[in-house]
Every structure is written in structure tokens, then in C-alpha cells.
């Protein structure tokens, strides 16, 4: 099993910048892809940004493409969600996400991820 925690949201101005971090532990090494996902109330869950632990690469939303950048620390089993720019419509719970597939047919797929945190509350007032 693979344990995630996310945390860093908060209450931001638009404009304004937030870093989340999602922390894995237990057999992180079955997983190959991270990704962040948002819910916003009353909307379904949808991709964000997802990042690979070998190589880096990365894949965004054209929602948050040039406004977030996601990273990770492999040593400590931690990836980022740096969001700069904020709106209101980026108000959302955050859920961090771990995919077992290493080449995820789809990396904004839902289905692809078998891990997720319990999420972390951003809210961006206008």
C-alpha cells in the first residue's frame, strides 16, 4: 500500500501563489507516476499536473499550463504543486494521486491512479 498526505493549502488572494507538497510513504517504489487532481463543489474531479518519479517528465492541464509547475524530491518521496497566478476558479480540494501503470495511457486519466490522498482545501478569493 501507498500512503499519500497532502498539505500547504490555504486561503490566497487571486494573483497570489501557494505550494502544495503530497508526502508518500510505504511501497512508494510501485508507483511510477504522481499527479495532482482538483474538485471544485459540484464539478467532477479533473486533472491538473502529473509528474514521473524516473525522468521528471511532466504533464499539465491546459487550465493551469504556464501557471503551476510540478516537481519532486525523490529522496523524500515528496512531489510539489507550485501555483502562481491564482483565480477563483482555481478554488478546489486538491488530491494528490499515484499511478502503479509506468506509462499511464492517459495521464489525466482518473482511472490510472490507484492512490490518493485525502486532499487539501484551496481557496482564492477575488
Known amino acids: 500500500q501507498v500512503q499519500l498526505v497532502e498539505s500547504g493549502g490555504g486561503l490566497v488572494q487571486a494573483g497570489g501563489s501557494l505550494r502544495l507538497s503530497c508526502a508518500a510513504s510505504g511501497r512508494t517504489f510501485i508507483t511510477y507516476v504522481m499527479g495532482w487532481f482538483r474538485q471544485a463543489p459540484g464539478k467532477e474531479r479533473e486533472f491538473v499536473a502529473a509528474?514521473?518519479?524516473?525522468?521528471?517528465?511532466?504533464y499539465y492541464a491546459d487550465s493551469v499550463k504556464g501557471r503551476s509547475t510540478i516537481s519532486r524530491d525523490n529522496a523524500k518521496n515528496t512531489v510539489y504543486l507550485q501555483m502562481s497566478s491564482l483565480k477563483p476558479e482555481d478554488t478546489a480540494v486538491y488530491y494528490c494521486?499515484?499511478?502503479?501503470?509506468?506509462?499511464?495511457?492517459?495521464?489525466?486519466?482518473?482511472?490510472?491512479?490507484?492512490?490518493w490522498g485525502q486532499g487539501t482545501q484551496v481557496t482564492v478569493s477575488s
Open positions: 509528474i514521473r518519479w524516473s525522468g521528471g517528465s511532466t
Open positions: 494521486a499515484a499511478s502503479r501503470y509506468s506509462s499511464p495511457p492517459l495521464y489525466s486519466g482518473r482511472d490510472y491512479y490507484t492512490y
